[in-house]
């Protein structure tokens, strides 16, 4: 049997391969959600009252391969509690330039503080905008929370926190947030 | 063990003191340490034989610097014929013993594991939030002889946390593992023995009394020798980890100890300093005011230059500002005053000193930003400028005895005060010539030798024989302070009474820089190196060195102290250089301003907006310590160099910037450290003739109550501004009298001078009678500015008064 010439047989790849699944996702009209435990940007996650779970300890920073993390710590204060506790993150920032998202740093936290979402759009125009502030991770106040500063919850102790048995911001932390002080007062 | 062979007739050459030690003969002993055997000297503890071998016994309690206590049981080994595992750090060697470390021995390696496991029982372990997390011998010798997983459930031990010991002085006490470090060294070093071991068994913690706080000069020692993060400074809680810091050695600018520091940084911005290992000067030790005064640094900073028109400052350009001073200078030349800081380093006092007798042709010099007599130049520009070393640390401690002559360690030079009583431990007698025996004259176990203010050359001419003898014995010391300028024929009896006596004289100035300054030739009537002024050799040799001709420099001392400032007043002075200098310090505040006031022109390099910024016409802004590289030469003459901190400032250090006012002005000046030090070395000290000593008659002390007073340590100093947890461990600012005084006094007194009052509390006190001791520039009671008083001012008492 006489052989097809060469530049037609290599149409047949092209014929059979209109036959299988189709692999291109039409990114950015259609997203498609990566797996659950993808590496994306950080998330510095709240207590169920609102505080802070980050305590400032650095660890993240220490772990870090890439020196992305910048943290400073500081003191609660009476009049102004972010954290449970006596240390919270004053500072936090990610350099995602320099990130390389190996989640060195989520396994080094000793509190749960970071974590790691699944967003993955990180790309701008600048370097100043890819350095994330604190207040670009921190985790959205969900319905219960209470933006701090403010006290813990009445009776509670850090280690209510850690053993997780604060469920939620009792009506006492409410009135004492100044942030919601203020939307009363608005 | 080292003896110091201390002539004072023969100074060392060596710069540090150590020309002269005599090894002498010890009785070596056989020990076999993990099988190896070695010759170590009688006494030697196990711990220390091991070091030499490069073995780590694991260990909390230990420290080289204190006495042996075998609390915290972390470095147990096995020693050959005892039936149980000893403590290596008091395990004391006897000849042919035999002993195995964790490395050879499985008793000693299960036995600090077992320790470990016990230590860690009720041990937190909250590293995350610990400041000592990343440099904590807990946390390394945990991992490094601990055992992997605690077999310990039950509850741990919880105190609330933290307490405050002092205001500076936190403490976790569950984080303590009880090796008494901390107690140990209050009371065997500091001699401040107000915290303590409470309790007993697993509730044991550190305290203090209830109503006394550990208010030492020296607390901030036990943050940094602590073996956990049981204790940390409120000052450095939470602000970083270890390894976000850089780390450079530097030496520390509060006074002239000299002591060896570590400063830590962080993002351009001072974090910590700590004390570094000096085993020749602060071994490992340093004050409080040197390891937390240092926010001074980036506060009240002048960012620009400015000169002033129409009356007020405005920001000027540097080409604009040096030439604007070069100008004004010029116009002066020869007719100009120059006043040093006593915080300059030598290069910059060099620089200062050079720029005064050669760009503005004038003797007019003078370092002293404080009382000061012509009396006292004399003994300075005799005795002390260029002068080699005539006595050292070591020899403080070696010496029969000390004499103290208008000093107060404690307050004045701290180091010299820790290795006072490290010697006086040991036996050295020390005596004081004062009118207060203080707490800290009885730390020293010292002895007062009376004399009212004003009255000390007359104390010195007539000790007694007892004293005199003492004094006699080889290797005897005596200590100069700072304020023997305000006592009239003092400086000339101490002299006297140094060359009846043989002892070593040495003067200890409270100020880092004036020592250096001294040498540099900041003083008018002495060049550098210790060179009179008057000396045709002399000017030659400088004029050389200075690229100049000898004919040009002034041959005629210029004014000094009050003379100087009397003359800028009455203008007779048409212009004033002053470097770094606080108006208030002068003896005489008002005169000072004045003499700001009146000048015409005045060139300010400042580093701080102060009063002089306020008043002058052209302002230059300078380095601090951590923006510049320098030399402080501490009270025995040993230089204490220092590198630049940030590396990246743009602030030029005081000797730059005269460089480039000189260049301005058609003269020269090394601008750069490296050729100042290059030019001074060059130079070398005097080796003709000295300016004569004085010889003064001494004064009398006035009738009536007089003022005794220093400064003391922690107090309303500028540099020790913007740390109130320092101020708040300063001790309170009272007026102590002698009991018979203080039961006719009350609660409270008033104290009148000449221009104005202050009311203070009344404490009793071991004072002379007739005499009452203030703070000199303490909150509430500086004497120069609201009494119009120096140290031998008669002031009017009276009862009561609002406190």
Known sequence: ?186 | MTVTNNAPSGPSPDVAGAGTDVEVAVDLITVVVDGVEMRVPKGTLAIRAAEQLGIEVPRFCDHPLLDPVAACRACLIEVEGMPKPQPACAQVLSDGMEVRTQYSSEVARVAQEGVMEFLLLNHPLDCPVCDKGGECPLQNQAMSVGRPESRFTGAKREFEKPINVSAQVLLDRERCVSCARCTRFAEQIAGDPMIELLERGAKQQVGTAADEPFDSYFSGNTVQICPVGALTSASYRFRSRPFDLVSVPTACEHCASGCSLRTDYRRGVVTRRLAWDDPDVNEEWNCDKGRFAFAYLNQGRIESPMIREHGSLRVASWPEAIDAAARGLATARGSVGVLVGGRSTVEDAYAYSRFARTALATDHIDFRARQGSAEEAAFLSSKVAGAPVSAAYDDLESAPAVLLVSLEPEDESPIVFLRLRKAARAGTQVLSVGATATRSLGKMSGRLVSARPGDEANALRSLDDETRALLGQPGAVILVGERIAGSVGAASAVLELARETGAALAWVPRRSGERGALDAGALAGLLPGGRPLTDEQARRDVAAAWGVEAADLPSEPGLIGADLLEAARDGRLSALVVGGVELADFADPGLAVAAVENADFVVSLENHHSAVTELADVVLPVAVVTEKSGTFVNWEGRPRPFGQVFRDALTMSDARVLAMVAEAMGSSLPADVASIRKEMGALGPWTGARTPAPDTAPGASADGVVIASWRQLLDSGLMQEGEPHLAATARPTVAIVSASMAAALGETVTISGPAGSVTLPVVTGDVLDRVVWVPTNSPGCHIHADLGAVPGTPVQLSAGGAA
Request: a negative charge; charged letters at 25%; aromatic letters at 10%.
């Open chain 1, 1 to 186: 049997m006489p052989e097809l010439p060469q530049a037609v047989r290599g149409f047949g790849v092209t014929f059979l391969t209109m036959f299988k699944k189709v692999v291109t996702e039409q990114y950015p009209e259609q997203k498609v959600p990566p797996k659950p435990r993808f590496h994306g940007r950080h998330q510095l996650n709240r207590w169920a009252d609102g505080l802070e779970k980050c305590v400032g300890c650095e660890l993240c920073a220490w772990a870090c391969p890439a020196d992305a993390i910048f943290v400073e710590g500081a003191d609660n204060s009476d009049q102004e509690r972010f954290s449970p506790g006596e240390r919270y993150g004053r500072v936090y920032q990610i350099n995602y330039l320099r990130c390389i998202f190996c989640g060195l740093c989520i396994e080094a936290c000793p509190t749960r503080a970071l974590t790691m979402t699944n967003e993955y759009e990180l790309a701008d125009d600048s370097r100043a905008k890819l350095i994330y502030e604190k207040k670009d991770l921190l985790a959205p106040l969900l319905p219960g929370m209470v933006a701090p500063p403010h006290e813990m919850v009445p009776g509670t102790t850090e280690r209510d926190y850690y053993a997780n048995t604060v469920k939620g911001a009792s009506p006492e932390q409410v009135t004492t947030s100044p942030a919601e002080a203020e939307e009363v007062a608005s």
